[in-house]
């Protein structure tokens, strides 16, 4: 087995909200477990899908995709700050094949991630530069949006490129469920708001502040049910988990961005992470079947938290599930 995938939710509240003792058991259990199958896989690479949040892509570029060659975490919320250890020549061949395969993406010598990249490198495995990890920025809440069935195809393009390497690469995906924090959007910004969203690097430490602040206080409204954000659906999230597991990307792929943003918020369209690695892993290794699946609908967390694991079919343990 060469190929290997975990997808999984991230919050910058992880760990800094009070949540039932319980739901904080239940996810350090299931980190624990992926922490387990990962160390049993033993990756030489981790390719990472992670989207931004107005911390390192802008408005006055914004690509639908971005391959990493260097990366350097911001440590927003408190996240590890630091470089990445990114495997330079990988990473530019990776970024060749998929333009290879007529995908035109971005690359960056400069990349720089926040907390929704670096949360799962330091849950899963203690650090940003344990492991060599190429970054794999895909554009999850900047409108306009690629289409769903563009993310399957990228992610599958980078699936066939490294199924010619030597490498056991490890597609990790971060972002999602349903979820709709207060991530400005430009259609309704005002003109402060616009100058953030278009150039808004490197702010001052009171600015990040003032931003960290307000998705605080956001969380403790919408955990009493009095903000003003969407709510989570748990029935969508629990079907698209179901589509993933089962290994139908071609539903996913026809998914309208206009209505996900209407039913699970306009940052559930950072699932396209979870598309793009999975389409990997079937591009890589063929069928596949699902190690670990989880889903909690967290309030304190203002998200639809999921987890999900697979490996190409017969090389598997056999499955857990919770939720």
Not at 99 to 113: K, N, P, Q
Not at 128 to 137: A, N
């Amino acid at each position: 087995m060469s190929h290997y995938a975990v997808a999984m939710s991230h919050t910058p509240l992880l760990g800094k909200v009070e949540v039932a003792a319980d739901v904080t058991a239940e996810l350090d259990a299931h980190v624990e477990t992926l922490r387990a199958e990962i160390e049993r896989f033993d990756p030489t690479v981790i390719v990472l899908f992670a989207p931004d949040h107005y911390n390192g892509f802008f408005y006055d570029i914004m690509p639908p995709f971005c391959i990493g060659t260097a990366a350097r975490a911001i440590g927003d919320f408190g996240s590890a700050e630091g470089d990445l250890s990114v495997p330079a020549e990988l990473a530019q061949s990776l970024a060749q094949g998929v333009m290879d395969a007529g995908f035109d993406t971005a690359i960056s010598r400069g990349m720089e991630v926040d907390h929704g990249a670096v949360q799962p490198l330091e849950l899963l495995f203690g650090g940003l530069s344990t492991r060599p990890v190429v970054p794999v920025f895909v554009n999850g809440v900047a409108v306009p949006l690629t289409p769903m069935e563009r993310i399957r195809g990228f992610g599958a393009a980078v699936g066939r490129h490294l199924a010619t390497t030597e490498e056991r690469v490890l597609y990790l995906a971060s972002g999602g469920l349903s979820h709709d924090p207060p991530v400005p959007q430009w259609a309704d910004a005002d003109d402060q708001a616009r100058a953030f969203l278009l150039a808004g690097r490197h702010p001052t430490t009171q600015a990040r502040a003032a931003r960290e602040s307000r998705v605080f206080a956001t969380a403790e409204a919408f955990s009493q049910g009095a903000a003003s954000i969407r709510d989570l659906n748990p029935t969508w999230d629990q079907a698209f988990l179901e589509s993933l597991a089962a290994g139908d990307l071609a539903t996913i792929g026809g998914y309208d961005p206009e209505e996900m943003t209407r039913v699970a918020g306009h940052s559930a369209h950072e699932v396209r992470t979870w598309l793009a690695a999975f389409g990997a892993l079937q591009a890589a290794g063929g069928d596949y079947s699902v190690v670990t699946r989880y889903y909690r609908p967290i309030r304190e967390y203002i998200a639809g938290f999921g987890i999900l694991s697979a490996a190409p079919l017969g090389s598997a343990p056999s499955p857990r599930r919770h939720g």
